[in-house]
């Protein structure tokens, strides 16, 4: 009996909270098709919530749900807060039975920022478990429940008004489970009263409250419970007007409406004629308005028979009465209309249904004593266990306040003792002091000696910045006679290879009879002459070279002047320049595979660092091949470059060693040893970089990276 009436509390409350449509199955779908299409319109968050809304509150039950759970994220997403939050209300109540949804409801409403909106939330969700608790739990995980609300309750007294009212509802929502007596009444009140101090805006809280109070108080105390059904009604218009402001024009409350008007009738004894007039026509007006009310009261017409029995019509209201009495929808009302079926068969001289119902009337009082008995018991029981617990807080609170005492004994003995020991501390500190008089004296003789040494650091330092200046001069002297002997030594380099070739070609003669130009042994001999002589002239002007690059990288003075580059065409005009260089048997190519690239860097010092590398590989390959070859990595914004030969080979060991500067392996080799190390200061310089592929054993081979912006 009780869990039927607290069961029919849920769904009373879960109906008031979502909305009821006057509409068919077929109209619903069709409007929700439409509000789908409507939907895929959308473009932004904001303009995809009202529809979502409307749409959330067409649906199904079923299907809404499912829809609540991303409506939410889009109201956020949009910025809509209240919309966010209430339905997340929503889904809370729809989710009652799932502890573990409730609590990933918890979660979301959590990251709000704070606000009373976000308090009414949290405080809604946990009035969700507690009628879960309540409703769905066994008998021993409500007693640890009640001493866990109670036990919070008392010991937590500076808890917020939203938590205090939280568990207050837990409380009454166990105890109604097993009786409605005076504790239940007392906790009510408690939390009638806690409620009236929260924000007007406050509905969700406050319709929870009405509905339980409404349905708990029907038949023990009219009053109370007309008072929360008006408090209701008052909640539903001002939430219909602001839904309707809001255009969620499918979000009505029919069908808790009528149960208020029904409810309100039913205590016509306490009624004005006005207000039984009022309220037979207002759930009159409800009726037509949901297809659910209509088939509710076609099969249980409860506002006319209160109406008929308000008015003494019974001649009226005995049939309805026949029809309803035994009705499990009305299982709760049977005993008063078996009261109202007496009397009606009494002023209408009808003795046989008078003494059926009569009997019936007996056994339905005799199950109702029954009921109460038990009742009564289990008020007392939990009378009792509530007694018991405060027993045991007081119990507790004393034994604190004796440890608190205890404390404070301690506190005092400590504190004697501390007492003593800083009178020695004195003593000590005093000796302390003297003695410390006596070490700061001598501290007073060693800072001064200090201070001379000071002084006599600065100096040195002073005399170590002059040095370092002078270096440092000296070095860019250093720098500056380089650059000068290198352009000064050039300069007779190239004419001495330019009139080495021009005495050559002088000493070839013509024929006076035929007037063919011959060559002569000795021409033959000059021009060799002259070719090693331009051979070395172009050595000296490479290692100049090389000195001048390196001074000028060291000094940071190389230019960079990046452009886009056609790797095949440059590639292809570099070979051919080193060529010539090549020994007898030696084949130097470009990579028949290479595709054109486009590369954004200086050509110069790229074409700069390939010659080197080109140049370096013709000194060490007495035969086979030179191959020269690029390609793009593999997130493309870099290219590398190759060097591979079939000469002498590296020694792994030294990969790090070639890149010394004036290091040479082989000592009989032409060269200063800088060619691999301004390699790589330029491949550095142009933000890549130059290694040797030790895995390559049949040569050497350069790996040259290089970024492709």
Known sequence: MKRLLYLLVMLTAVTAIHANNSLTVAERKVIADSLRAELRKATTPGDSVATMCNLYDVMSRKSSTILGDSLYRTAIRAGERSTALNIIRNQASRYMRNDSMLKVLTRVAKEFSDGDDKKETLTYIKMMSNIRRAQYSDRHDRDEAMR??????STNTNADIYDRIALTHGICMILSEDTNGEIVVAYMDSLANLLNKLPASAYSIRNIYNLHAASLF???QPKKSMEADLNNLKIFKKLQNQYAEQGRQYRTYHSAIYDIYTRLLSNFDYLTPDEVETYYKKALEEVPQDPEIQDRYDEAPMPEIYYAMAHKDYAKALP??????DLPLEKNTRIRLLQ???????????RHTLFDMTEEYAGALNEKLENLSNSSYRELRIAYSISDMRHNLETMELQQRESHATMQRIIIAVSLCAVVLMAILIVFLFRLYRRNHKLASNLKNANNQLLTESEKLRQSRADLIRARDQAQKANNLKTDFIKNMSYEVKVPLQAINEYSHLIADCVAHVEPESGIQSSTPAAKHLTRFADLIELNSELLTTIIDDVLRLSEIESSSLPIQSQVIQLRRMCEGTLASIKRRTKPGVTMMLDPNVKDIDLFSDPTRLQQILNNLLTNATK????????????????????TFSVTDTGIGINPQNKDKIFDRFVKLDHDSQGAGLGLTIARLLARHLGGDLTLDTSYTDGARFILTIPKK
């Open 148 to 153: 866990n609300y109670l036990e919070e309750l």
């Open 218 to 220: 029907a038949y023990t």
């Open 320 to 325: 309805l009465i026949k029809k309803t009495v």
């Open 340 to 350: 109202y079926g007496i009397e009606c068969a009494r002023e209408l001289g009808d």
């Open 620 to 639: 060490f390959t007495s035969s086979g091949s030179i191959v020269l070859s690029y390609s793009l990595n593999k997130d493309e914004d870099a290219v």
